[in-house]
């Protein structure tokens, strides 16, 4: 699930030094692995007995699911030839609508008519991380993090299948640990700022600024995650088609103020839940996912989605979606 995994990096450099044992084993893993940017001297010092010890003692005591992951994850992410997934990864070859959003593209003509209620949808999610030690909590870290989703009528044979929208998402965010641990489980918290466009003009154009935070809790084979957000307002048009003003000033009455997202692991499967929710207006959008094993690397992925908003021409637009495909990797 997208607003999960994110709260697998808060445990990122705590949990990815729980692999070092002894002053050997750490010097292996810093030349295998280390920041390229890294002397002699740095690995020495941080691979002193006493400094090893200092680690240990700061990890948490039970590792949920998603800290297990970012250990293995963790120990290539410095890796020049290694691309870090940030959100799942999919490629799916059908997702259906129970009615496509038409009102959008009335003004190209004979465009709205031609499309089809069944398409395929991809993303592709990563993430790059800005620093290799703690900068104000232990274990903390910043990141950047770029998302692209892509609405393609594949199906489509009048209108040469067409993109119909994609959504690019780039972010910076800051992420740390908490000492509390309530139920035995571990937490932390995320706050960062974000760019969401589809890249789009005139009547077509959708985009918004967001300040972000995220409260994160993990226990075993479950993890919570509630993100509210602000979004920065924009200038209005003086005119229609003004290409400064706000494209969609009322997007907050669709798409909520928060999301509150959860995950859980059963044996070989990932099960996911995100609801979106405007208190006010009482319209959001609710999405349940499932990730299960098919063959190598693959994964294979469910969703259902019912609610405004999944993708950015169709944030004032409700509908049910249903799909099928392939995954990169887990929810988290």
Not at 3 to 15: C, D, E
Not at 17 to 46: F, H, N, P, W
Not at 195 to 204: I, P, T, V
Not at 210 to 223: C, P, V, W
Request: proline share 4%; charged share 25%; aromatic share 14%.
């Amino acid at each position: 699930m997208n607003l999960i995994y994110k709260s697998g990096l808060v445990f990122i450099v705590l949990a990815s030094l729980s692999v070092i044992a002894e002053t050997d084993d750490c010097v292996m893993q810093y030349y295998e692995s280390g920041d390229e940017k890294l002397t002699l001297y740095d690995i020495r010092k941080l691979c002193e007995p006493e400094n090893i010890e200092h680690i240990e003692k700061s990890l948490p005591i039970n590792k949920g699911v998603i800290s297990q992951r970012v250990i293995k994850e963790s120990r290539t992410e410095f890796e020049p030839y290694v691309i870090t997934p940030h959100k799942i990864n999919y490629f799916l070859p059908v997702i259906s609508t129970n009615s496509i959003n038409k009102n959008a593209y009335k003004t190209y003509d004979g465009y709205e008519n031609n499309l089809e209620d069944i398409e395929a949808k991809f993303q592709l999610s990563l993430k790059v991380p800005l620093n290799n030690r703690s900068m104000f909590i232990e274990g903390d870290g910043l990141y950047l993090g770029m998302t692209l989703q892509a609405w393609w009528q594949l199906y489509a044979d009048n209108i040469s299948k067409p993109f119909r929208e994609t959504n690019y998402k780039p972010e910076v965010f800051y992420l740390a640990p908490l000492a509390w641990k309530p139920f035995g489980g571990n937490t932390g918290f995320i706050v960062g700022l974000e760019h969401q466009s589809n890249g789009r003009a005139q009547n077509l154009s959708r985009s918004w600024n967001r300040i972000f935070g995220h409260f994160l809790f993990e226990k075993e084979n479950f993890a919570l995650s509630f993100r509210p957000w602000y979004r920065l307002k924009e200038d209005d048009k003086e005119y229609e088609l003004d290409p400064d003003g706000d494209d969609n000033p009322d997007i907050s009455d669709f798409m909520g103020h928060h999301e509150l997202g959860m995950v859980y692991k059963w044996d070989n499967l990932q099960f996911s839940f995100i609801n979106r929710r405007n208190f006010s207006t009482h319209k959001g959008a609710v999405e349940f996912g499932m990730t299960f094993p098919l063959w190598g690397k693959l994964k294979g992925y469910a969703s259902a989605f019912n609610g405004y908003g999944e993708s950015l021409i169709d944030y004032n637009y409700s509908q049910t979606r249903l799909a099928i495909g392939i995954a990169l990797n887990d929810i988290f």
